[in-house]
């Protein structure tokens, strides 16, 4: 249970302002934060057109249940398709916040070999340098997302693989996120890209393929010039 402790003292500060004195009083208070989980996953998966199911939640305070006391917010179109948040909020009985979140993606379940869903950046890619040849492996495993928004027409939460946004740490703002479409050949061809954080988008994209026997991603994204990102990618 996590407890914080909250501490009032009165200082005797009157004893040198006005030459009169005043006793010290110390209150201390313990507040129960909330456990507040979600059922379910972090991310669920939605077909266009269809109907989310919240799968629920469990909240309690100092082992009393409180679920009833969480409120949900957060927009959701499950007849358009896009990634959507969902914030569950519950406060303790001093006010205290507790706070969870929840993705969903409404995705076009138009058939296609490209499953829509989380996938994994290998810790084997790498970045090189172009100007000198220079390449550093990603080192550990990042997730991205990858969704269907029209047939053939995919969104990519992060073409850097994570490189900036979970292995550097600089956050969300800094991932790539991309639009593909996936060829008849399985070839993907770059659409568009975007970075909230610096405010451009990948320079080039080669080697762009996708393996349906081993639901494998090649790509190598190409940024301002100087970096090209050799990921392989694979689904969860």
Same mark, same amino acid.
């Given at each position: ?34 456990? =507040? #989980?979600? *059922?379910? +996953?972090?991310?669920?998966?939605? $077909?266009?057109?269809? @109907? ?6 469990? &909240? ?25 948040? =969902? #914030?569950? *909020?519950? +406060?303790?009985?001093?006010?205290? $916040?507790?706070?969870? @979140? ?6 076009? &379940? ?127």
């Amino acid at each position: 249970m996590k407890r914080i402790y909250k501490y009032s003292l009165l200082m005797l500060s009157a004893m040198f302002l006005f030459s009169c004195e005043k006793e010290t009083e110390d209150i201390s208070k313990i507040t129960y934060y909330c456990d =507040l #989980t979600l *059922k379910g +996953n972090a991310t669920e998966l939605v $077909p266009l057109g269809g @109907t989310y199911n919240e799968p629920g939640w469990e &909240a309690s305070e100092n082992g009393e249940d409180i679920s009833d006391a969480v409120i949900v917010s957060g927009t959701l179109n499950t007849n358009v398709a896009g990634l959507y948040k =969902l #914030t569950y *909020k519950v +406060n303790n009985s001093d006010g205290f $916040p507790t706070i969870a @979140t929840r993705q969903v993606v409404v995705a076009d &379940a138009t058939p296609s070999p490209l499953v829509s869903g989380l996938y994994t950046v290998t810790g084997s890619s790498y970045r090189k340098v172009i100007s000198t040849g220079v390449t550093v492996a990603y080192g550990r495993d990042f997730e991205i997302l990858i969704y269907q928004l029209s047939p053939g027409r995919f969104y990519v939460s992060d073409l850097f693989g994570g490189w900036y946004a979970q292995r550097a740490g600089y956050g969300a703002a800094y991932e790539m996120n991309s639009e593909v479409k996936l060829n008849a050949d399985n070839t993907f061809d770059l659409v568009k890209s975007h970075n909230a954080g610096w405010g451009d988008g990948m320079s080039d994209f080669y080697d762009a393929s996708y393996d349906p026997a081993t639901a494998t991603i090649s790509w190598a994204p190409e940024y301002v010039g100087s970096y090209i990102f050799y990921q392989t990618i694979t689904k969860q």
